[in-house]
């Protein structure tokens, strides 16, 4: 296997344990906007967001204004957010 195409694989693989750290955080830590999240994490607020655009069909995200101004919030889905109860 050509060395780029293990590049690739390993920077996937470690993108997805990346979104995985992430998601086990917001299971724990609903509601909460980027910036605490990295803080949180001691992550750099560009992986952060990398992270929750990859993330971004098993997230909700409520913006709220606080102080003026408004800010993101981020939720894991339930189960409930994925199903249409009215066509079942």
């Known amino acids: 296997m050509p060395r780029t195409v293990r590049a690739i694989k390993k920077r996937e693989l470690i993108g997805r344990m990346t979104d995985m750290e992430l998601l086990h955080y917001l299971e724990a830590n609903p ?3 980027l910036y605490e999240i990295a803080k949180a994490l001691n992550w750099s607020t560009g992986k952060v967001q990398g992270s929750l ?4 069909d098993d997230l909700r ?3 709220v204004e606080e102080k003026g ?3 993101k919030r981020y ?3 339930k189960v409930e957010d994925f ?3 009215e066509n079942l």
């Not at 655009?53 to 971004?56: A, D, P, Q, V, Y």
Request: proline fraction near 0%; avoid cysteine; hydrophobic fraction near 35%.
């Open 75 to 77: 939720y894991v889905k």
């Open 31 to 33: 509601g909460k906007t």
């Open 53 to 56: 655009r990859r993330l971004e």
């Open 61 to 63: 995200v409520e913006v």
């Open 83 to 85: 199903l249409d109860m």
């Open 69 to 71: 101004r408004l800010k």
